[in-house]
Nanobody, 123 residues
Framework: QVQLVESGGGLVQPGGSLRLSCVASGNIFSINTMGWYRQAPGKERDLVATITSGGSTNYADSVKGRFTISRDNAKNTVYLQMSSLQPEDTAVYFC?????????????????WGRGTQVTVSS
């Protein structure tokens, strides 16, 4: 079993900052790309940022220059540092990871999601 657990969400004023964390645990052989997605009420889930195992990053245009994704491979953890937050950043933020797990014939790479953490930007 593999689990992703997010933390760090909350209520912040416009212009403020938050740092999200996501820890992967369980029967993990290796973790490939990790990322953050967000879903606002009534909207689809959208990409925020991704980071490969080698550290290459990709960002949505709406967060470039404000958000920074990073990871600690030794801790199976991905972070999202969010700065200059605006009301339009309000959403549930989900962690995603492509994880190789299992043993022998059952080993494979699967896509996992966390349950999400709420980020609300409001004065």
């Amino acid at each position: 079993q593999v689990q992703l657990v997010e933390s760090g969400g909350g209520l912040v004023q416009p212009g403020g900052s938050l740092r999200l964390s996501c820890v992967a645990s369980g029967n993990i052989f290796s973790i490939n790309t990790m990322g953050w997605y967000r879903q606002a009420p009534g909207k689809e889930r959208d990409l925020v940022a991704t980071i490969t195992s080698g550290g290459s990053t990709n960002y949505a245009d709406s967060v470039k220059g404000r958000f920074t994704i990073s990871r600690d491979n030794a801790k199976n953890t991905v972070y999202l540092q969010m700065s200059s937050l605006q009301p339009e950043d309000t959403a549930v933020y989900f962690c995603n990871a492509a994880i190789t797990s299992g043993r022998g014939a059952w080993r494979g790479t699967y896509d996992y999601w966390g349950r999400g953490t709420q980020v609300t930007v409001s004065s």
